[in-house]
């Protein structure tokens, strides 16, 4: 049974470095791919970074230079790094996995992050 | 990037009906789209890939269709529990692009 679960601090102060881990079971991070996608408040989904079977990487162009994306397959986890966080930030985090052809599918449950003083 | 315009951004239907949500890609992406449902409070849930594969599980009532440009999801014999925001991807290219989503209401 494929599962992905989100975990994270939940609340962050601007300026801050923001990290979540995406546990994964039911597969293995060696034959599929992980990306994060996030979703602020009542808005749409927006693709932020993946990390791929083989352990390459690729960032979104508008976030690149805050990010950092790594996994662990001893521990079946992926690990997002994100920094000098604002409060346009606030957001439902996702992990979802991906197949190198048919594309991305099952998704964790999210983890929400606040971003505030 | 590719920009997935999304139409319409809401409607409103009544179970057993017909309707169909579009995506329009600003450049050819092949059949390499996605559709997800998102109901409150759940996380997304694939319906479609490579443009008109079901996802394992997903009923028939829903269909892709689509090459290059224009992609379409159709949702026939509406229910009640289709109360959702629809969204379309393309993960052809770096980086995926989402459509702004379409919220279906159920009269």
């Known amino acids: 049974q494929v599962q992905l679960k989100e975990s994270g601090p939940g609340l962050v102060q601007p300026s801050r470095t923001l990290s979540l881990t995406c546990t994964v079971s039911?597969?293995?991070?060696?034959?599929?791919?992980v990306s994060w996608v996030r979703q602020p408040p009542g808005k749409g989904l927006e693709w932020i970074a993946a990390?791929?079977?083989?352990?390459?990487?690729d960032y979104n162009s508008a976030l690149k230079s805050r990010l950092s994306i790594s996994r662990d397959t001893s521990k079946s986890q992926v690990l997002l790094k994100m920094n000098s966080l604002q409060t346009e930030d606030t957001a439902m985090y996702f992990c979802?996995?991906?197949?190198?052809?048919?594309?991305?599918?099952?998704w964790g449950q999210g983890v929400m992050v606040t971003v505030s003083s | 990037d590719t920009v997935m315009t999304q139409s319409p951004a809401s409607m409103s239907t009544s179970v057993g009906e017909r309707v169909t949500v579009n995506c329009k890609a600003s450049?050819?992406?092949?059949?390499?789209v996605a559709w997800f449902q998102q109901k409150p409070g759940q996380s997304p849930k694939r319906l479609i890939y490579?443009?008109?594969n079901r996802h394992t599980g997903v009923p028939d009532r829903f269909t892709g269709s689509g090459f290059g440009r224009d992609f379409t999801l159709t949702i026939s014999n509406v229910e009640a529990e289709d109360l959702a925001v629809y969204y379309c991807?393309?993960?052809?290219?770096?980086?995926?692009?989402f459509g702004s989503g379409t919220k279906l209401e159920i009269k």
């Open positions: 979802a996995r991906r197949h190198v052809y048919y594309g991305p599918d099952y």
């Open positions: 039911g597969f293995s991070l060696t034959s599929y791919g």
């Open positions: 990390i791929w079977s083989g352990g390459s990487t």
């Open positions: 450049q050819s992406v092949g059949t390499v």
């Open positions: 490579l443009a008109t």
């Open positions: 991807l393309q993960y052809d290219s770096i980086p995926l692009t």
